[in-house]
Every structure is written in structure tokens, then in C-alpha cells.
């Protein structure tokens, strides 16, 4: 198995210049928080269906699932990792836009971009068992264990009520003490919060207690591999397998999904 290694060289004017909103007025005051360098190594590849446009991405009961987007073609699928055979798939309803995918307790939750609709899955079957309403868009979800949580493209983190999805509470996201946005899809990893940005190549690692970015990898070297492809077939799925310790990300119409495992870059 042929191995890759890339480092990112980081100062956070990477993050800053690509994709921290200019507002044109200085931060205020604020303490910068050490943005930790992460390398990332492909430790295998799997194939992915190049049809799915990814929006969420969750390793749950030994089994990969996924949902995608594009009007009409939206669903909530169980895949095999081993060949990325579509094991079982539900439609979403009309013309919905899948997005993000969460797992709470023995079922998904999947949300929509613009249709403000929160849908529960029995992971077993795929079928519907219960949905909710929530006000504005929805990108990506996650599940730390007490709440989901949502992003929408803005800064804010919306922490939700599993079962109702009422909002709790929320955090803005920041770097340097400047907002980030078009965080994507979502995934909780040891106590912190990863996200995809929305037509970049990074994910970054969020404090979800105060909304800090403090760790960015550059995972360029996955899109350039797979050569020429659709603008909009970015980076866009991560999954975390908590008990084989395997981290798996892919992309909207990616052929291949990868599992890569990361480590601080060196440092000097």
C-alpha cells in the first residue's frame, strides 16, 4: 500500500486570505489561539459512487452511511465500504436538498439546505420515523453526545435539541478572533468539533466550547490526485469510525473515498 505524506505550512494568514470573512475593520481585542499544523497520510483508498453529491458523512454500527443533494435526487443511503456498493437507499421527499447527517442513539438525522426540515432515519431500515422544523438554511450536522449540531453557512454554530431540535444555544466561529465561514459538513472527534470548508480544500478543528479554530489541514493533495473534475465536486464528507479509530473523508461526485490518518506536522 503505496503511502502519502504532505504537510500544510500554516500561519493563519492561510485561513485568513481563504476563508475568514475580510470585514475591512480590525478584530477586537482578542488573544490569539495557537492554530496547530496537521498532516494528513492516506492509509487506503475505497471506490465511491460518483453520482452521490456527499453532504454528510457517519461511520455508525460497523456500517458507512451517507446522505446527498441535488433537487430530485436526494437520499439517505448505507453504504459498503469495501466497493462503495449502495446497500440501501431512501429518497428525501420531492424536490429536497439533502445536507448534513447526524447519528442520535439508533437513528440518523439528516437535514435540508433550504426546506428548513430536520428528517429521522431508523439506521436499520432507513425508514422515516419522525421530523422537525428549523428556521433557516441547514449545511452540516454532528452529535457531541448532548446536542446536534448545525451549520449554515454564517459563523454561528446551532447547538439543537435531539429529539425536538429547538436550538439551545450557539457559538460563533473564529480564527484569530475572525469569523469563518461556510463551514460544511460536520463530524465530533474526541471532544472537538471538524468541519469541511465549503469549496476549499481544508478541514479545520473547532473548540465547540467557544467556537476556536485551533488545527487546519490541507487535504489538496486528495483532490489533485483525482485529477480533472466538476467545479463543484469539492471536499465534502468526513466520517470517524470511534472504535477502529479510522478516519474517512471523500467529496461531492468523488470517485474515491480515503481513509487517512493525521498527525501534528513537526515543528521547525
Do not use: C
Not at 50 to 72: I, K, M, N, Y
Request: hydrophobic content about 40%; overall charge positive.
Amino acid at each position: 500500500m503505496r503511502m502519502i505524506r504532505w504537510t500544510l505550512p500554516l500561519g493563519l494568514a492561510l485561513a485568513t486570505t481563504a476563508v475568514v470573512a475580510q470585514t475591512g475593520a480590525p478584530p477586537a481585542a482578542h488573544v490569539p489561539v495557537p492554530v496547530e499544523g496537521i498532516s494528513a497520510r492516506i492509509v487506503a483508498r475505497y471506490p465511491h459512487d460518483r453520482a452521490a453529491f456527499t453532504q454528510g458523512l457517519v461511520w455508525h454500527d460497523g456500517s458507512l452511511f451517507e446522505s446527498t443533494g441535488q433537487p430530485g435526487v436526494s437520499d439517505v443511503r448505507r453504504v459498503r465500504l469495501n466497493d462503495g456498493k449502495v446497500l440501501a437507499r431512501t429518497k428525501l421527499p420531492g424536490l429536497q436538498f439533502g445536507e448534513g447527517l447526524a447519528v442520535d442513539g439508533k437513528q440518523l438525522v439528516s437535514i435540508t439546505w433550504q426546506d428548513g426540515i430536520a428528517h429521522r432515519w431508523d439506521a436499520r431500515t432507513l425508514k422515516s420515523v419522525g421530523r422537525a422544523r428549523y428556521p433557516g438554511e441547514g449545511w452540516g450536522l454532528a452529535n457531541d453526545g448532548t446536542s446536534l449540531i448545525l451549520s449554515d453557512g454564517t459563523p454561528t454554530l446551532r447547538f439543537m435539541d435531539p429529539k425536538t431540535f429547538k436550538e439551545k444555544r450557539r457559538v460563533t466561529i473564529t480564527a484569530n478572533g475572525r469569523p469563518v465561514h461556510n463551514l460544511n459538513e460536520l463530524e465530533m472527534i474526541d471532544g472537538k468539533l471538524w468541519g469541511n470548508i465549503w469549496h476549499r480544500d481544508y478541514i479545520v478543528r473547532i473548540d465547540p466550547a467557544t467556537g476556536e479554530v485551533d488545527g487546519l489541514v490541507n487535504l489538496a493533495p486528495l483532490r489533485a490526485e483525482l485529477g480533472p473534475l466538476d467545479p463543484e465536486a469539492v471536499l465534502n464528507g468526513i466520517a470517524w469510525d470511534a472504535a477502529g479509530k479510522r478516519l474517512f473523508v471523500t467529496g461531492k461526485w468523488w470517485p474515491t473515498l480515503f481513509e487517512i490518518a493525521l498527525e501534528p506536522v513537526p515543528q521547525g
